[in-house]
């Protein structure tokens, strides 16, 4: 899918559903829409760990809780940056979730310049993720920082 449609088809989410379901409803729709995307993942911060909410894939992950600065989710909350990792073996923060993936990207969620936390999308494609996906979800960060406690 486009990556302006989906950004519209995203706002029209958040502004259209209701509140404690949009979060969710959005993960859903990446899943189904970007088939490279093989695993959503939206992780908050509370008191020093980023805590997995709202996920879609076809299996659940261990990490439902990770310390800030481990792995690549928890470097993505400490600097505040969004890491794009093209090859998930040749990494050495990297916490193994799927046997399948090959690559990742993790992007910041912020509010008035804190990190609270993030989106994490895992790939079972090398090289999956490009500045296009990293504009894309930047802007989608901007859209549902407002439906994070
Ligand atoms: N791979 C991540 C952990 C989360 S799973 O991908 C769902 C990391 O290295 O932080």
């Not at 979060?23 to 911060?45: A, H, M, R």
């Not at 894939?57 to 809780?65: D, I, L, V």
Request: hydrophobic share 40%; charged share 30%; proline share 3%.
């Amino acid at each position: 899918m486009d990556y302006e449609i989906a950004l519209k088809k995203i706002y029209d989410i958040a502004t259209t559903s209701k509140p404690d379901i949009v979060l969710k409803t959005i993960v859903e729709f990446l899943y189904e829409n970007f088939k490279k995307y093989s695993w959503i993942g939206i992780y908050i911060i509370k008191e020093n760990n980023l805590i997995l909410g709202p996920w879609k894939g076809s299996q659940a992950t261990e990490h439902t809780k990770i310390p800030i600065g481990k792995g690549i989710c928890g470097s993505a909350a400490e600097s505040g940056k969004t890491e794009i990792v093209d090859d998930v073996t040749s990494d050495d923060r990297y916490l193994a979730c799927f046997i399948s993936t090959k690559s990742e990207i993790v992007v910041p969620i912020k509010r008035k310049g804190n990190v609270i936390g993030e989106i994490d999308i895992d790939s079972d494609i090398p090289n999956a993720f490009n500045k296009d996906d990293q504009l894309f979800l930047e802007k989608m960060a901007d859209i549902i920082v407002d439906f994070i406690q």
